[in-house]
């Protein structure tokens, strides 16, 4: 049975070309990992449940079958699978070689639901037994702190979001993103743009209409506080989804662990530890406050965002498209795609800055979303956090990113660029 198994996943042994059928729409992460297959090192592959992790190894298995390697030669085991979480490491490792010894490409798939994991990967990686292991898992704190532990100095990682918009833009077939045919077909990508925001980046729901799109991102939703958090940590469902369901109503915006607590009616102290669960899920995200003292990042109000705007729009209170906020979390999800280290700002007069982005010691990037920029308080307000921020990090240029209004102008000295959003997501060098 074991070794049943063991086949059933790795349908390209039989027939090499079906590993085609299963690796979908090349993801940009799929590049950065394959800058990395001639070092040694475990790749540890991260991500929220259902965001393209598998497909993400299956694009692997296809770039080594294209170098020509022999298709016997990857192995390809996923611990969800009830007979391989069952057998002891040996049994699994003695079926394998008994298939092929000389396998030489390990990859394993939701390894967090295999006790013990760690250590019989640090003595294959030690003992030379492959020549690359990949492993993913959905779970945060699990392949941060135990790969830290116990893998210290033998691993990268690399984190899988839901589609950026370019790449959702790739999924439905769009296949040209010069400056000049983006140009000529704007009203298109406005279209686009807006059905991105409200609908997510998960790879299953693209293409799928709203009762499809709202059911699989709820089962997602519940899916993550089921199974990655109140099966996993032992704790209250219901607490966990009234938090969850608390800050994704209110999402983009400032919290505290007691604003929380007083809301859903538990304790601080649960709400601390619940909302470090709803993280490690990659479910919720949230940024610290800029300041150049770190116990006031850890003790001051923090934002929260989501994962996805899909989900949170599928499972959220709301009475309307909220599609200044929801645009908000888009451009945050891109800054974390492109390894920015983001920070909100606000000084003591309450001038806000919605994303502050730090290189090295220092701020160099101050963006703000304004999606109706014919609002002209709001647009007012964000002007004016973005000068008094670059005042006080004496930065000379600010970003404002609204729906399709492009402008540059000065404005006390200091560089503002109006730019649309749909441009800025399409532009990697931003």
């Known amino acids: 049975m074991l070794e049943a198994s063991i086949r059933n996943w790795n349908p390209w042994w039989a027939e090499s070309t079906s590993i085609n059928k299963l690796s979908g729409v090349q993801r940009d992460i799929t590049s950065d990992i394959q800058k990395t297959l001639e070092i040694k090192h475990i790749k540890d592959i991260i991500g929220v449940r259902r ?117 959702y833009l790739c999924f439905i077939g769009w296949n040209n ?77 400032e919290f505290s662990f007691r604003s929380i607590a007083n809301a859903v009616d538990v304790s601080v102290e649960t709400v601390e530890k619940h909302l470090q669960y709803l993280e490690e899920s990659f479910m919720i995200l949230t940024v610290p406050v800029f300041s150049y003292k770190t116990k006031i990042q850890f003790k001051q109000n923090k934002k929260s965002y989501c994962i996805d705007t899909g989900l949170r729009n599928a499972v959220a209170f709301r009475i309307s498209e909220d599609l200044g906020r929801n645009a908000e979390n888009i451009v945050f999800l891109e800054l974390l795609r492109r390894k920015k280290d983001v920070f909100f700002w606000k000084d003591k007069k309450q001038h806000e800055v919605d994303f502050l982005i730090k290189e090295g010691l220092k701020p160099t990037m101050l963006i703000q979303i304004c999606w109706n ?16 921020a670059m005042e006080t990090f004496k930065l000379d240029e600010g970003i404002i990113l609204t729906e399709d209004f492009e402008k540059v102008e000065k404005n006390h000295g200091r560089k503002i660029t109006f730019m649309p959003l749909w441009n800025w997501l399409l532009k990697s060098d931003e």
């Open 177 to 253: 993103f010069s400056n000049e045919y983006l140009a000529y077909h704007k009203n298109k990508i406005l279209h686009h743009l807006q059905t991105y925001i409200l609908a997510g980046g998960f790879p299953e729901i693209i293409g799928k209409n709203d009762f499809e799109r709202k059911t699989i991102l709820t089962n997602i939703h519940n899916d993550i506080l089921a199974r990655d958090i109140s099966a996993r940590y032992n704790v209250s469902y219901d607490i966990t989804r009234k938090i969850s369901y608390h800050l994704l109503s209110n999402n983009s915006k």
């Open 51 to 167: 965001s393209g992790k598998t497909t993400t190894l299956y694009q692997i298995i296809t770039i080594l079958q294209n170098k020509e390697v022999h298709p016997k030669d990857i192995v390809f085991l996923n611990f969800d699978d009830v007979e391989l979480n069952a057998a002891s490491f040996d049994e699994i490792m003695k079926a394998v070689e008994k298939i092929n010894p000389n396998v030489s490409y390990l990859f394993l798939d939701e390894i967090q639901q295999k006790t013990g994991w760690e250590r019989w990967i640090r003595t294959l990686y030690d003992q030379g037994r492959f020549k690359q292991i990949f492993v993913s898992g959905s779970s945060a704190s699990l392949l941060s702190q135990d790969i830290g532990r116990v893998l210290t100095g033998r691993h990268v990682t690399f984190t899988v979001f839901p589609c950026s918009f370019k790449e």
């Open 373 to 388: 920029v014919t609002n002209e308080k709001t647009r007012q307000r964000e002007i004016d956090g973005l000068i008094s």
